[in-house]
């Protein structure tokens, strides 16, 4: 069983990724405006502590969850371990004595309190010696009442999360502010128009997903792309010794290794490692992005079943944020890859089947649950499963991360 839910990353000053935040539902269909909060929070706790781990999502980071006064009153928080947690107030809850009492407690025990979308309003100011973190929504809130906030924050050493940043502009404005904390889209776009050329590893990984995108492999030609490259040469002899695979004996050849990832695994394997080697300085969070989206949309080709070739999606999905990877919009990069025209016409017009995918997997991060159930509808697609392939698309980018982090 699992249960769904996006995750947003939220990130610190240097663009390393401090957290997430958490928004669970039952499954895709019970998210709309009737959906009972309470209910939604309490399935969370059920699932990320009794059934799963809530490390699944989050790999270890700590998780921004939202509880209504009253779990809050009924000491919900306190079920999920303090380390793995950030408490958020919803911006509905009232400021109550009891809301207090318990927001007072938590504290005392060591967890985290946020306040979410916050608008100021002086009754709140009770609670600012216990609360660690306020949520401003930049969407929602003009520059004014943003420094506002900012002002009377500071007095209580209240550290502030930007939060719906979508351009590098209001990413540098909160900066200025003093916001310690992001969370937004504003890393999914190139923060500088540049060209930027390949370095020779990058080239040859560009040759290997070329050669790989090919209805019948040529193994000889992706042999002596690797022989000529001992860098690569390296990653996949490593990658190819994970238990992740199981061998009857050692690899002895760049063949050998070859064999054993095998033609579907081997293509993963190229598109994550070009997408990671790249530009190495990028945030981590932004390569996991990419790998999570190439699995969510080769799930839902396979499932779909409407491409000759489910890889396609893998590969559309991994290069739908090369262009911050590069910092280079993705027009130019695209004339520098070999690949498919189906592959840029999705990347570079969003038009197309795999432009479809892209767009699915863009509303389950934003948590836009109404557009993707009518995308799923309109596609189509078994509503019950495309939840597991998000959540599964999710646990395998941390372990392939990981995976490549080692070698």
């Given at each position: 069983m699992f249960f769904y839910a996006a995750r947003q990353p939220i990130f610190d000053q240097n663009k390393q990724l401090f957290a997430y935040e958490l928004l669970f539902r039952d499954s895709l269909e019970n998210v709309f405006p009737n959906i009972d909060g309470d209910q939604a929070t309490s399935k969370l706790i059920e699932a990320s502590q009794f059934n799963l781990g809530l490390e699944d999502f989050t790999d270890q980071h700590p998780a921004f969850i939202n509880f209504s006064d009253e779990l809050l009153i009924k000491k919900f928080p306190s079920l999920i371990p303090k380390e793995q947690l950030v408490v958020e107030i919803l911006e509905t809850a009232r400021p109550t004595k009891k809301l207090l009492n318990a927001v007072t407690e938590l504290k005392q025990e060591g967890y985290t309190i946020a306040l979410d979308d916050y608008v100021h309003d002086p009754v709140w100011l009770h609670f600012f010696p216990y609360v660690d973190i306020i949520k401003v929504d930049f969407r929602e809130s003009t520059s004014e009442e943003i420094?506002?906030?900012?002002?009377?924050?500071?007095?209580?050493?209240?550290?502030?999360?930007?939060?719906?940043?979508?351009?590098?502009?209001?990413?540098?404005?909160?900066?200025?502010?003093?916001?310690?904390?992001?969370?937004?889209?504003?890393?999914?776009?190139?923060?500088?128009?540049?060209?930027?050329?390949?370095?020779?590893?990058?080239?040859s990984l560009a040759e290997l997903l070329y050669e790989s995108s090919k209805a019948e492999m040529d193994l000889a030609a992706i042999i002596n792309i690797f022989q000529r490259d001992v860098t690569l040469s390296f990653k996949l002899l490593r990658y190819a010794?994970?238990?992740?695979?199981?061998?009857?004996?050692?690899?002895?050849?760049?063949?050998?290794?070859?064999v054993v990832l095998g033609q579907a695994e081997l293509k993963k394997f190229l598109a994550v490692l070009f997408a990671a080697q790249i530009n190495s300085d990028k945030p981590v969070e932004l390569i996991r992005l990419?790998?999570?989206?190439?699995?969510?949309?080769?799930?839902?080709?396979?499932?779909?079943?409407?491409?000759?070739?489910?890889?396609?999606?893998?590969?559309?999905?991994?290069?739908?944020?090369?262009?911050?990877?590069?910092?280079?919009?993705?027009?130019?990069?695209?004339?520098?890859?070999?690949?498919?025209?189906?592959?840029?016409?999705?990347?570079?017009?969003?038009?197309?089947?795999?432009?479809?995918?892209?767009?699915?997997?863009?509303?389950?991060?934003?948590?836009?649950?109404?557009?993707?159930?009518?995308?799923?509808?309109?596609?189509?697609?078994?509503?019950?499963?495309?939840p597991d392939y998000y959540h599964t698309a999710i646990q395998w980018s941390n372990d392939r991360a990981s995976e490549l982090a080692a070698s």
């Open positions: 420094q506002q906030i900012g002002k009377i924050a500071r007095k209580f050493s209240i550290k502030l999360l930007a939060e719906k940043v979508e351009t590098y502009e209001e990413f540098n404005s909160a900066l200025e502010w003093g916001f310690t904390y992001f969370q937004g889209y504003f890393f999914s776009e190139p923060e500088v128009m540049q060209s930027r050329a390949l370095a020779p590893s990058q080239m010794n994970s238990a992740i695979f199981k061998r009857r004996g050692d690899i002895e050849t760049i063949k050998q290794a070859l990419s790998m999570s989206r190439a699995h969510f949309c080769e799930s839902l080709a396979k499932d779909h079943g409407q491409l000759k070739d489910s890889s396609t999606a893998f590969l559309t999905g991994m290069l739908s944020v090369i262009d911050a990877i590069l910092d280079e919009p993705i027009e130019s990069i695209m004339t520098k890859l070999p690949l498919a025209q189906e592959i840029k016409t999705a990347l570079i017009e969003r038009q197309g089947l795999l432009a479809s995918y892209l767009d699915l997997v863009e509303h389950y991060e934003k948590a836009d649950w109404s557009q993707a159930t009518a995308l799923i509808h309109e596609l189509q697609l078994n509503s019950d499963l495309v």
